[in-house]
């Protein structure tokens, strides 16, 4: 179970958030919010896995900030929406995965395939914690802002509804 801890006014260079902290007894997940969700539907989604290359060092070699900003551009636009933001750090295997499939991405491979060679999973993520702030913000239906439909299932899979995907231009 998922609690609320507190809540602030956030300014970004995309506009003013909303920022919602949550704790579920392991980890911290943040919810940015832009306008009232509540009881809404088609409501414009992204949830967002955390990657200490792409947000902190601003490495080229991902394209987790610029997705970022995109779906803070995009929500802002829009004039309501929502980013959950989930601390799962290499498709939830953790950093040291992330550095272990340098190689084998290097070589070629998909990310999801240099994890698995690397000997971890492909992807390790869980969405729990995003269906569970939703269910907090009385979100009736999302627009989930990806180009992976496997979130869609798992949010699908903890009775959200995602009435639409919609690839995230970055």
């Given at each position: ?7 602030r ?33 088609d409501?414009i989604?992204?949830v ?64 999801s395939?240099?994890?698995?060679k ?53």
């Open positions: 179970m998922i609690f609320r801890l507190t809540e006014e956030l300014k970004t260079k995309f506009g003013d958030f909303r920022e919602i902290l949550y704790y579920d007894g392991q980890k911290e997940s943040i919810a940015l919010v832009v306008g009232n969700v509540e009881n809404d539907s409501v989604c992204r967002h896995s955390a990657c200490v290359s792409g947000h902190v060092f601003n490495s080229v070699e991902c394209e987790c900030q610029a997705e970022m900003e995109a779906a803070q551009s995009a929500i802002q636009n829009a004039g309501k929406g929502l980013i959950i933001y989930l601390e799962q750090e290499g498709k939830g295997n953790g950093h040291l995965a992330l550095m272990a499939s340098i190689p084998y991405k290097k070589a070629g491979m998909k990310q395939e240099a994890y698995e690397a000997g971890f999973e492909k992807d390790a993520r869980s969405f729990r914690a995003a269906s569970e702030i939703l269910a907090d913000l009385k979100v009736k239906s999302v627009v989930l802002l990806t180009d992976n439909a496997k979130k869609a299932d798992d949010l699908r899979k903890y009775s959200i509804n995602v009435s639409a995907i919609k690839e995230l231009k970055i």
